[in-house]
């Protein structure tokens, strides 16, 4: 038996799901990921709790990927091979990388992709190489950890306010046709038995499973969004994910006749990680997707 088909099979996952508390009637849900001012002694960086969730019930997709696409389920998965192996050089990524693997990817297997414009990368290893406060998290090439809790990359709010800020006048001509925010996610060198990627159903999410948060940094607030446990969402993962295999992750869509709009994500401890597994790295990229009206 192959190690692939050794591995694919149906697991257990325990996220990490954000709490409800009374007080966010009237206090929205917030975290601070910049430093405090002096005279901002006292105050909490956050007033969201995240928890261990039961278990979840996490379905392997291997050799069934040709059965989700992004407008039904909000993830999709698509064979691609690349040679380009220059991922902790910043200015490689964003002139080679972005440009020339990414951009013609997207524009073949997104339907309706007649613009694409980068707003993010990061590189993900699931090994701690530097104190958190010398990763410079504006720099893609800084690795960041997995995370563990469910989650939404922008909310629809974010995701409309981000057009509006990056293409001031031409925004509202661009908001006249479908937009979309993908994510273009891939292991690095090897494949992926640590830490893998889960997804969520986009279809089997509604706005009641869901918190809004803002993410404030130095220079801007943002809105993401958390998933709540709910038995009714739907979990899948495809097991020992190899380099060549793309991971596409709908975050927004301003479609309104689709059954999946989002796709909330997060990484879980797998079953087969033994000593000798190395750590998971990926790449994630972040595009704004535009279709002409």
């Not at 508390?21 to 709790?49: M, S, V, W």
């Not at 059965?67 to 999709?76: P, Q, T, V």
């Not at 479609?255 to 000798?276: R, T, Y």
């Amino acid at each position: 038996m192959s190690t692939v088909a050794a591995m694919s099979r149906h697991e257990q996952a325990i996220f990490s799901y954000i709490q409800w508390k009374d007080i966010y009637k009237d206090e929205k849900p917030y975290e601070i990921l910049a430093d405090l001012p002096i005279e901002a002694n006292g105050t909490a960086k956050t007033n969201i709790t995240l928890e261990k969730g039961t278990a979840d019930n996490v379905t392997d997709v291997r050799d069934r990927e040709a059965e989700f696409s992004l407008d039904n389920n909000g993830f999709a998965f698509i064979k691609h091979k690349s040679d380009f192996t220059e991922f902790d050089k910043s200015k490689f990524v964003e002139d080679e990388f972005l440009p020339k693997v990414v951009e013609p990817f997207l524009k073949k297997h997104v339907e309706g992709a007649d613009r694409i414009v980068f707003f993010d990368w990061h590189l993900r290893r699931n090994v701690r190489e530097e104190a958190p406060e010398k990763i410079d998290i504006n720099d893609g090439s800084h690795a960041l950890l997995p995370v563990n809790y469910p989650h939404i990359d922008q909310s629809p709010a974010s995701a409309i306010l981000r057009v509006r800020q990056q293409f001031g006048e031409e925004a509202d001509e661009l908001l006249k046709g479908r937009v979309r925010i993908v994510n273009f996610w891939r292991p690095l060198w090897r494949p992926v038995v640590d830490a893998p990627l889960a997804l969520c159903d986009g279809s089997t999410v509604t706005a009641d499973d869901v918190i809004l948060v803002d993410h404030v940094r130095e220079f801007h607030v943002g809105e993401t969004v958390y998933l709540r446990q709910k038995p009714t969402n739907k979990w899948y993962y495809l097991s020992h994910q190899q380099p060549d295999e793309v991971t596409l992750i709908k975050i927004f869509d301003s479609k309104q006749n689709c059954a999946a709009k989002w796709c909330p994500h997060a990484s879980f401890n797998h079953a087969d990680v033994g000593i000798g597994h190395s750590p998971r790295e990926s790449i994630e990229v972040r595009a704004l997707i535009f279709t002409k009206p």
